[in-house]
């Protein structure tokens, strides 16, 4: 196809206000306490516009959740530089994440970890989730559909393990997926309100657990999270 120069102008002029939007968003999270500078530079690298309708692409930049459709949403930019942040990322991990969404967090470990794995149990999400990362370039991540309460052990152990949506507890077949060592991040707890969890492997048989903070996450439905 080939742009006037008319359009072709207005669709630059539109991406360079998404990249000051994004690259102040990038600085108010610096502000905020976030100190990992990959994770920041993940962050300013993945244009989040692009994963919301038209309608809501002027707020994709402000520090919220959206909505990106089947009752599901994209998580604020706090929370997922906070989890990124936490897994302590160095570029040669196998990572599972749990819940894609709209792709946005999984484009943010495609650029910290050598792989990810990410699983959406709900099909247009997955599908559009890969379009988004096909778009963006990613490489080394992969997006399954189905129940990520359960996990992926083909392609584990993992080093990391991330889980968007919230459970009543932490699915013990995650647990069992991580290598010793290895670290998780997710809320568990009530279905309207939860603790951000981080667990370590530290055996064969003991993980640890310290608790981050508060936060209200959409529900993890599976095997072993919320039935439907
Ligand atoms: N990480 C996402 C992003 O960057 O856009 C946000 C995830 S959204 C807060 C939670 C996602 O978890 C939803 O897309 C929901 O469909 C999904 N989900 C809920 N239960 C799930 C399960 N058992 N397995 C896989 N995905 C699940």
């Not at 990038?26 to 500078?37: C, I, N, P």
């Not at 530290?202 to 039935?227: A, H, N, R």
């Amino acid at each position: 196809m080939v742009l006037s120069k008319h359009s072709d102008f207005d669709f630059r002029v539109e991406e360079e206000q998404y990249r000051r939007a994004r690259s102040k968003m990038v600085q108010s999270l610096e502000k905020a306490g976030v100190r990992d500078t990959r994770v920041l530079a993940a962050m300013n690298a993945i244009p989040r516009h692009l994963l919301v309708a038209e309608a809501l692409r002027h707020k994709a930049y402000s520090d919220v959740a959206l909505p990106i459709g089947s009752g599901q949403t994209i998580s604020a930019p706090h929370i997922v530089a906070l989890m990124s942040e936490r897994l302590c990322l160095e570029g040669h991990e196998a990572v599972l994440e749990i819940g894609t969404g709209s792709g946005y967090q999984c484009a943010i470990l495609s650029k910290l970890a050598e792989r990810v794995v990410s699983i959406e149990r709900v099909p247009s999400l997955a599908n559009d989730a890969r379009r988004a990362l096909d778009r963006f370039g990613v490489i080394n991540a992969v997006v399954f559909l189905g129940d990520g309460t359960v996990g992926r052990p083909k392609d584990g152990p993992y080093d990391a393990i991330l889980v968007t949506a919230a459970g009543p507890k932490v699915p013990r077949s995650l647990l069992l997926q991580l290598k010793i060592g290895g670290r998780l991040i997710g809320p568990f707890g009530l279905s309207d309100s939860q603790v951000l969890l981080e667990v370590h492997r530290t055996s064969p048989s003991d993980w640890t657990q310290k608790e981050l903070g508060d936060c209200k996450f959409v529900e993890l439905i599976g095997d072993e999270g919320w039935s439907t």
